[in-house]
T-cell receptor
Framework: TQLLEQSPQFLSIQEGENLTVYCNSSSVFSSLQWYRQEPGEGPVLLVTVVTGGEVKKLKRLTFQFGDARKDSSLHITAAQPGDTGLYLCAVSYSMDSNYQLIWGAGTKLIIKP | DAGVIQSPRHEVTEMGQEVTLRCKPISGHNSLFWYRQTMMRGLELLIYFNNNVPIDDSGMPEDRFSAKMPNASFSTLKIQPSEPRDSAVYFC???????????FGAGTRLSVL
């Protein structure tokens, strides 16, 4: 069982449409990160959300952290072909002051022109 | 500033051959992570280092895999002997200990025939 469940796994929509993808868990987190991975590249950080209920905007992307800090959503308005990629959520895990990230499986998003 | 640099970008080899993947982290970063990404299993952490010391290698699939970090600016991941099931994209990422934001290289696409 994945600690972070991302849905949907795959989404293909037309340019100009709106969409929302989700990252859910039964655990509470101090923060959550969203990364985007474009084809042939490594993941790149988009945003970190820290406070329950927090909303952050990055141009046409809106990120929300759930009130209970167990889940997060990413909403894209008027999607563009440049938004195509794999969207990954991740949370920090630490043991003995050593940090690593736990990753969701990702949502593969294709925006058709 | 240069990001994380991985080489080679592509590697095609035959089963049984030794493969060495290389990574140069961002200068000043003291954590380095090796990941493997496949369609079936997503992004898997293989091993990570803090200050050149291996912290957690529980993700290394088996004894055929080994990783070293001889100094703060260089790490290798070696597979010997390689098998077709090792075919995947291997990513290296680095971060500072203070901030758990990971910066990824462009990856090495490995094909074992």
């Amino acid at each position: 069982t994945q600690l972070l469940e991302q849905s949907p796994q795959f989404l293909s929509i037309q340019e100009g449409e709106n969409l929302t993808v989700y990252c859910n868990s039964s655990s509470v987190f101090s923060s959550l990160q969203w990364y985007r991975q474009e084809p042939g590249e490594g993941p790149v950080l988009l945003v970190t959300v820290v406070t329950g209920g927090e909303v952050k905007k990055l141009k046409r992307l809106t990120f929300q952290f759930g009130d209970a800090r167990k889940d997060s959503s990413l909403h894209i308005t008027a999607a563009q072909p440049g938004d195509t990629g794999l969207y990954l959520c991740a949370v920090s895990y630490s043991m003995d002051s050593n940090y690593q990230l736990i990753w969701g499986a990702g949502t593969k998003l294709i925006i058709k022109p | 500033d240069a990001g994380v640099i991985q080489s080679p970008r592509h590697e095609v080899t035959e089963m049984g051959q030794e493969v060495t993947l290389r990574c140069k982290p961002i200068s000043g970063h003291n954590s380095l992570f090796w990941y493997r990404q496949t369609m079936m299993r997503g992004l898997e952490l293989l091993i990570y280092f803090n200050n050149n010391v291996p912290i957690d290698d529980s993700g290394m699939p088996e004894d055929r895999f080994s990783a070293k970090m001889p100094n703060a600016s260089f790490s290798t991941l070696k597979i010997q002997p390689s098998e077709p099931r090792d075919s995947a994209v291997y990513f290296c990422a680095s971060s500072t200990l203070a901030k758990n934001i990971q910066y990824f290289g462009a990856g090495t696409r490995l094909s074992v025939l």
